[in-house]
């Protein structure tokens, strides 16, 4: 596998000082040599996105550019052997350390999960999601209003360290179900008691979504009370300047960049070169951005064995990719319609490939940030910390495919 060739980044003049002091992240046993990971996020961060970053994140020097993790899987998906689950967290010979996001709600369940994972040797560091606001996950009591029910927190996490041995476990998590429900410090405290080897905070409620700003001042709050392991901030990430400032502001041990990265793989770079005080940034013409696509989907189709589903794939990274830059809706359209690498090439061919870099309009938010929702939980839910019997026999229902965070 090829690396890009480095797209124009112009660089500030050198600084005549010393080489500033890296900043490293350590989970368990694995330093990375940049504070960054990789959020999980459904139907994007597959091994073809994953190895892309990483690609990037390595670009300007041997960096490993951070932590890149992969999509959401269920405990109980693998637990039962399905299929499509397991090829999920099949990793690339490059990714090291392999890092597998698992999500579950029956701590039986979860900690036989953990087991299969060390067993068969499919992971170097797990990570457990408490964040998913999405409400076919939260009416059922998962995602992020579990960490409401303290007891049932406690002992997913504890069972996931114990049945992990070696192999660091990590946990992400919400603010909490709404401001009158935070569950932050608790879940912290807890994590950080039980042996998990950090804890990363999306500063937004389950309310929230994604909308509006992240609280980063939770992240400070967070940092200031869990002392023993790494706390990494999440939320609002677009830039690497947005990385430097949360950790300054925060004192986070690193972040984990999200929706920032979408159409953008090429932050990575950024964030390499920022945490390590170097000043180059990639400001890609619109021929780098064509040539990325390009590679993302030679990696799909080597990911999926199948050219026609590696483009479908594509398809929805299209208006990422090009936000900003002079393509207009109908050859949008039309790449959103690509059907082969050939067809691909093809249309890419018909641009202006000599575009500059656009500046402002191509950097900034990117997804659908939407506004806030209600938090959709189990009736009387919140009444309690303690879980009933009640939610207790339902809770294998929130075991979905759905990721988030």
Not at 320 to 347: C, I, N, Q
Request: hydrophobic share 40%; net charge negative; glycine share 10%.
């Amino acid at each position: 596998m090829t690396t890009l060739d480095a797209p124009t980044a112009p660089s500030s003049p050198a600084s005549p000082t010393a080489e500033p002091q890296r900043r490293t992240l350590t989970i368990g046993p694995h330093t990375v040599d940049t504070p960054v990971v990789l959020a999980p996020m459904a139907g994007i961060t597959n091994m073809a996105f994953r190895l892309l970053c990483r690609e990037f994140g390595a670009l300007h020097s041997e960096d490993d550019g951070g932590l890149f993790v992969s999509e959401m899987v269920t405990s109980r998906a693998l637990v039962e052997d399905h299929a499509e689950s397991w090829r999920l967290v099949t990793m690339g010979e490059r990714e090291t350390p392999r890092s597998v996001q698992l999500y579950g709600v029956d701590p039986t369940t979860v900690r036989r999960a953990v087991e299969m994972l060390v067993e068969r040797d499919r992971a170097d560091h797990i990570d457990l999601n408490f964040g998913c606001p999405v409400p076919k996950v939260t009416r059922r009591g998962g995602g992020g209003i579990l960490p409401w029910k303290t007891e049932l927190f406690t002992r997913i996490v504890r069972g996931a360290v114990e049945a992990a041995g070696d192999v660091p476990v990590t946990v992400k998590t919400r603010m909490g179900i709404d401001e009158d429900h935070l569950t932050y410090r608790d879940a912290g405290l807890i994590a950080q008691e039980v042996g998990a080897s950090a804890i990363a905070l999306h500063g937004r409620t389950v309310v929230q979504h994604y909308s509006g700003q992240a609280h980063w001042e939770a992240i400070a709050d967070l940092k200031q009370l869990v002392t023993d392991i790494p706390v990494l901030g999440n939320g609002d990430i677009w830039s690497a300047e947005d990385a430097l400032r949360m950790v300054e502001e925060t004192g986070a041990d690193g972040v984990v960049v999200g929706r920032g990265c979408q159409g953008r793989p090429w932050l990575f770079a950024d964030l390499a070169a920022g945490f390590a005080g170097r000043p180059e940034r990639i400001r890609p013409t619109l021929g780098d951005v064509a040539r990325t696509m390009r590679r993302h989907g030679e990696l799909l189709v080597e990911f999926f064995e199948d050219e026609g589903r590696g483009m479908r794939d594509l398809r929805k990274h299209v208006a990422w990719y090009f936000k900003g830059y002079p393509v207009g809706g109908e050859m949008r359209h039309r790449l959103a319609t690509m059907e082969s690498l050939a067809d691909l090439d093809a249309k890419l061919a018909e641009l202006d490939l000599d575009s500059l870099y656009p500046g402002v309009d191509a950097e900034g938010p990117r997804g659908r940030a939407g506004t806030p929702k209600r938090a959709v939980c189990p009736e009387g839910w919140m009444e309690s910390r303690e879980l009933s019997d009640e939610h207790r026999a339902r809770l294998h229902e929130a075991e979905l495919d759905t990721s988030g965070g």
